[in-house]
């Protein structure tokens, strides 16, 4: 089997099954918050439309906001362990594409981080949002907000970087390049 096939069919199948592990752990992020503040879990719902409900909870300002941003900071935190276990030497394709999901999925999410605050600056941000619940429960200004995000994604792109992830991306991409 070719590599181009081997990188295509690596990317269908784990594709899916990290969509249900980051949401997972996106809502199990917001789940540990609520159980930590006295809350009980009522429904947890994985895939597109994630969910995460609880009653019982008694958030402080601080808990309310760290349950709010807990959705994007599990993964984040979870991701940046594992990038610091990644090694370029291993040779299985699947490997790499996995990291190479992770590491992308991670800024992707955080971006939310970025854009929403700005947007809250000139129009209603979207309502029932992570980001637009943190904005309120906190009272930060936007623009710190925003800044935040963009050194946990430079510090992901550092990261990434060190690590030598973006150095086996070019050699991934690189074959389809050659077959073209």
Not at 27 to 36: R, S, V, Y
Not at 47 to 68: E, Q, R
Not at 119 to 148: C, E, N, R, Y
Request: proline share 4%; aromatic share 14%.
């Amino acid at each position: 089997m070719s590599s181009k096939i081997k990188y295509i069919l690596s990317f269908l199948l784990f594709a899916p099954a990290y969509l249900l592990l980051y949401t997972a752990i996106h809502e199990g992020g917001h789940a540990i918050i609520a159980l930590i503040y006295g809350g009980k879990i009522d429904n947890f719902v994985l895939g597109f439309n994630a969910y995460v409900s609880h009653h019982g909870t008694t958030f402080t300002v601080f808990g309310a906001a760290l349950h709010d941003a807990a959705g994007m900071l599990l993964p984040t935190i979870l991701g940046i362990i594992a990038i610091c276990f990644y090694s370029d030497k291993i040779k299985s394709i699947s490997y790499h594409i996995c990291y190479l999901l992770v590491y992308i999925s991670l800024p992707g999410s955080i971006l939310s981080w970025v854009g929403i605050p700005i947007i809250s600056m000139f129009a209603q941000p979207p309502q029932g949002d992570d980001v637009t619940k943190f904005l309120s429960v906190t009272g930060f200004h936007p623009l710190l907000v925003s800044l935040g995000a963009i050194l946990l994604v430079e510090l992901l792109v550092f990261l990434a970087y060190r690590k030598g992830i973006y150095r086996k991306a070019k050699e991934i991409f690189a074959v389809f390049k050659a077959d073209t």
